[in-house]
């Protein structure tokens, strides 16, 4: 279900496989590697040479990555000074990150099961990224926005909003 969209992004040089070439599709996604993949598609470079980040080293593989799209407003840390970059990414934060890298805006309303769960500061990109047709649930209606996401989703996720004439805000 997620082939094609992973070969896209290999492509594309979005995403990347490891030295031995494998993806790991069901593993879950880091903070740090979802920013790579996000500066990557967006063309992006930072130009602080600091780090904004107590846990983010200039000398980090995800160091400009991280600095790039926190220059451009597009992620914050999991605190003021830290930015978790070894833990996994949620699915309402994924929603979040790219809705304000895309202009993606909506209503604040959602129809999931557990909307309930949906932190305030994601309600809207939620909403949004769902009706771009970008993300969906499960099959039981839930969003379930406090999980990682696997590399697999990510990819399709990517894709999505690549399909979806995603343009850089």
């Known amino acids: 279900w997620a082939e094609q969209s992973i070969y896209t992004l290999l ?3 979005i995403i990347s496989e490891n030295d031995e ?3 790991y599709p069901s593993r ?12 990557v598609m967006l063309g992006i470079k930072a130009s602080l040479s600091d780090s904004v980040f107590a846990d983010v ?13 926190y220059e451009k407003g597009i992620i914050n840390g999991t605190d003021e000074n830290h930015f978790s970059p070894e833990s996994d990414v949620s699915r309402q934060d994924i929603c979040v990150i790219l809705s304000r890298a895309f202009g993606l805006t909506g209503s604040v309303e ?7 769960k949906i ?4 309600r809207e990109a939620v909403a949004a990224m769902k009706k771009s047709g970008i993300v969906g649930g499960y099959e039981d209606n839930t969003f379930r926005p406090e999980n990682g996401a696997t590399r697999a989703e990510t990819a399709k996720i990517l894709c999505g909003i690549m399909n979806n004439g995603g343009t850089v805000r």
């Open 110 to 116: 959602n129809d999931f099961a557990d909307a309930d």
């Open 28 to 39: 879950q996604i880091t903070r740090a590697e979802f920013a790579k993949m996000t500066a």
């Open 57 to 69: 080293s200039s000398g980090d593989w995800y160091f400009e990555y991280v600095t790039a799209l």
């Open 11 to 13: 492509d594309k040089g």
């Open 21 to 23: 070439k494998l993806f």
């Open 119 to 122: 932190a305030d500061y994601a």
